[in-house]
């Protein structure tokens, strides 16, 4: 079994490892820490699970998932976050991943959504059944930030944690014209203006730390 580790913090990678390598002996690992990296492995080996992030150097970790659920054949993919499931879940369900777990999670429950998406199957936490099912019995309200494309929401947590259009244009590799365009299609959105607005959006939507 070969297993895609993508995080950008090596030991976050490395007690991973740990704890798979114990539980499933036989597992073989590949790592990266960036976007640019985890693209370059998922096209030149086959992969049976990609264990991967959402926030990342270079992009999104969301990013990575149509693009993995696109290869032949197609990894299962288990988005592990700090951020919580109401931020980010529905979202990565609906761009293919097979499960959704925070960081916060115990290691048996790890251990349990890994063997139920390689076996075909999703994986959702008690948590987040509850808060789907509530929603079932609720008006459907979609927040404004769910209107939102994978790369305006990632520059919008860009912005949010300060950084300026120059030091996004690098991070992304983008024109600085594109990332203001990218900018102003946000605020459009959100009917938000300075970035003192944007940056006080994503934290009371928990979309960044």
């Keep these: 079994m070969n297993i895609l580790l993508v995080?950008?913090?090596e030991?976050?990678?490395?007690?991973?490892?740990?704890?798979?390598?114990?539980?499933?002996?036989?597992?073989?690992?590949?790592?990266a820490a960036r976007v640019p990296?985890?693209?370059?492995l998922l096209a030149v080996q086959a992969w049976d699970l990609v264990l991967l992030d959402v926030s990342l150097p270079g992009g999104s970790g969301l990013e990575l998932i149509p693009e993995a659920r696109r290869l032949r054949p197609a990894p299962a993919v288990l988005v592990l976050s700090h951020y919580p499931e109401e931020a980010f879940a529905v979202r990565a369900f609906r761009l293919g991943a097979a499960g959704y777990l925070t960081k916060a999670s115990?290691?048996?429950?790890?251990?349990?959504?890994?063997?139920?998406?390689?076996a075909g199957g999703r994986y959702v936490s008690a948590a987040l059944a509850e808060q789907l099912v509530a929603a079932l019995g609720q008006p459907f309200a979609q927040e404004p930030h769910e209107t939102l494309s994978l790369r305006e929401l990632e520059v919008l947590r860009l912005v949010a944690?300060?950084?300026?259009?120059?030091?996004?244009?690098?991070?992304?590799?983008?024109s600085?014209?594109?990332?203001?365009?990218?900018?102003?299609?946000?605020?459009?959105?959100?009917?938000?203006?300075?970035?003192?607005?944007?940056?006080?959006?994503?934290?009371?939507?928990?979309l960044v730390e």
């Design 11 to 31: 030991i976050v990678r490395r007690g991973l490892k740990q704890l798979l390598a114990e539980e499933f002996p036989r597992a073989q690992f590949g790592e």
């Design 7 to 9: 995080d950008d913090h």
């Design 176 to 206: 600085e014209k594109t990332v203001a365009t990218y900018r102003a299609r946000i605020a459009e959105k959100l009917a938000l203006r300075t970035n003192v607005d944007l940056a006080r959006y994503a934290m009371q939507h928990r």
């Design 161 to 174: 944690t300060g950084q300026t259009i120059k030091e996004i244009a690098a991070g992304l590799a983008l």
């Design 37 to 40: 990296q985890a693209r370059e």
């Design 106 to 118: 115990v290691a048996d429950e790890m251990f349990a959504a890994v063997k139920k998406v390689l």
